[in-house]
């Protein structure tokens, strides 16, 4: 299917699964089929809308660089879930992302309480990037922009996503993210990339307002989103709870799918559907 929004369509295919629909958005360098390892263990729940971001996968390139990137994603996203709802006819939805899909969550949760029945992020920090991922980022979008995904690029985009075990042992999930950066609209991309890590912001606020069930996933090998800061932002939450992936960095549906998909299973059979 494809979703009209302010900044051109976005694509998303469906997975047959039980009547409750879980809509899933990606973590930024890659595109929804870095859900496929995932995919069939969360089907066995829920069917399964997975959307591919602005400038992946089938979506529209993003023509701009966007300031506040997270609220016109939001935007997006309610437009992502109330064209499911007319679609498949259903209420509100469960929402899964992965970074950028978590931060686009956590916004779309505070703004519309009434679309959402639960949230799961993963490896998604509630704090602005880094300063020291925003120089790396900086450094290497005018390299992307010139020679693609190759190089000091691609060295740079891999050991932030995959830890190095995943590196030496498991070429489809170095393909997961290389693939989709190597597209040959490398503009887009960069306009996409800049808006969404550049132009992060705070989401801590955005945390607190979020009234349905939460769970965020922290990992033990990304520095910028350790489980301490997600169990203090879980504090902070009406009815939030963290849990930690292990062996993973950026990416846990790639790297411990099973441990992921497992947990996210548990965690919507304990918040089932009330009558939507």
């Excluded at 709802?85 to 899909?101: E, I, N, T």
């Excluded at 042992?169 to 990339?193: E, K, L």
């Amino acid at each position: 299917m494809y979703i009209t929004t302010e900044h051109g369509d976005l694509s998303a295919r469906v997975v047959d699964g039980p009547p409750p629909v879980a809509v899933l958005w990606h973590s930024m360098f890659t595109d929804s089929r870095s859900w496929d390892r995932v995919m069939h263990t969360l089907a066995t729940e829920r069917t399964l809308v997975l959307v591919d971001g602005w400038s992946f996968g089938d979506s529209a390139d993003l023509k701009d660089e966007l300031p506040d990137f997270v609220t016109h994603c939001a935007h997006a996203a309610v437009a992502v879930v109330t064209h499911v709802q007319q679609a498949l006819g259903v209420g509100p939805v469960d929402w899964l992302g992965s970074a950028w899909g978590g931060h686009v969550g956590l916004q779309l949760a505070a703004d519309r309480p009434d679309l959402m029945r639960t949230l799961v992020t993963v490896s998604a920090p509630v704090t602005p990037a880094s300063p020291a991922l925003r120089r790396q980022v900086r450094v290497l979008l005018p390299v992307y922009r010139a020679i693609g995904m190759r190089g000091p690029v691609r060295r740079g985009v891999l050991a932030g996503m995959l830890t190095e075990h995943s590196l030496q042992t498991d070429p489809q999930a170095v393909n997961a993210v290389v693939g989709p950066m190597s597209r040959p609209h490398r503009g887009a991309i960069a306009r996409t990339v800049h808006s969404g890590i550049l132009s992060r912001r705070d989401l801590a606020s955005a945390a607190t307002l979020v009234e349905c069930p939460t769970l965020l996933f922290a990992t033990d090998d990304r520095g910028e989103w350790t489980p301490q800061e997600c169990a203090a932002a879980t504090a902070t939450m009406q009815d939030g709870h963290a849990a930690v992936l292990t062996r993973s960095r950026a990416l846990p549906s790639l790297e411990c799918p099973a441990e992921l998909a497992h947990m996210v299973t548990e965690f919507w059979r304990t918040h089932p559907p009330v009558n939507d």
